[in-house]
C-alpha cells in the first residue's frame, strides 16, 4: 500500500466515527431541540424546568386564581431577566429562602399539575398579570419585616405582588 494512502485511513476512520455518533444522537434526542424560546425573554429546557416552574406554582398559588397562579410563574421570570438573581428559572427556585415551598418540602408533593403546568406555559408566553413584579407574599401569614420595604404593585386573589 502507497504510503499516502495509510496515513489517511486512520483521519478517515475518525470522521466515520465521528459522523456515526452525531447522527446517533441526533436521532436519538427525537428532533426536539433541548432549549425554547419564550415570548417571555427566557430560555427554558424542555420539560425539566417547565415542570419545575409548574410544581412550584402548585405548592405557592395551588389555591389560589387561574390568574394568580400564572402571576406566581411570571415573578420567577420577571426574577432570572433581573441581575439581583440566578438567570435560570431552576437557580432562582432553588435560591436559598427564596419560597416556602421549596425549603419546606410541599413543592415535591404536589401531584395535580395540569392548571400549574397551564399557568407556567402563560407565563412562558409573555403574560404577566405582575406588571414585572419581583416580589409576592400572602399579607396574612407571618413574613420578614423586609417584604413590607417593597413597592406594592397589585394584589391577586390572597397574594400581593411588588418590586
Do not use: C
Amino acid at each position: 500500500m502507497h504510503p499516502f494512502r495509510r496515513r489517511l485511513i486512520i483521519p478517515l476512520l475518525l470522521m466515520v466515527i465521528l459522523l456515526g455518533a452525531a447522527l446517533w444522537q441526533f436521532y436519538h434526542e427525537g428532533h426536539l431541540p433541548r432549549i425554547l424560546p419564550t415570548q417571555a425573554g427566557v430560555p427554558v429546557a424542555v420539560g425539566d424546568e417547565v415542570n419545575l416552574l409548574a410544581r412550584l406554582i402548585a405548592a405557592e398559588a395551588g389555591n389560589e386564581p387561574y390568574e394568580g397562579q400564572v402571576a406566581v410563574g411570571a415573578v420567577v421570570l420577571n426574577r432570572v431577566r433581573s441581575p439581583l438573581f440566578p438567570s435560570t428559572i431552576s437557580g432562582v427556585i432553588y435560591e436559598p429562602w427564596a419560597f416556602e415551598s421549596v425549603a419546606n418540602g410541599l413543592i415535591w408533593q404536589v401531584s395535580n399539575l395540569s392548571t400549574a403546568t397551564a399557568a407556567a406555559a402563560d407565563a412562558l408566553n409573555g403574560w404577566d398579570p405582575t406588571y414585572g413584579a419581583l416580589f409576592f407574599w400572602n399579607p396574612a401569614k407571618p413574613v420578614s419585616p423586609w417584604i413590607w420595604t417593597r413597592s406594592i404593585i397589585t394584589q391577586i386573589g390572597n397574594h400581593v405582588f411588588a418590586r
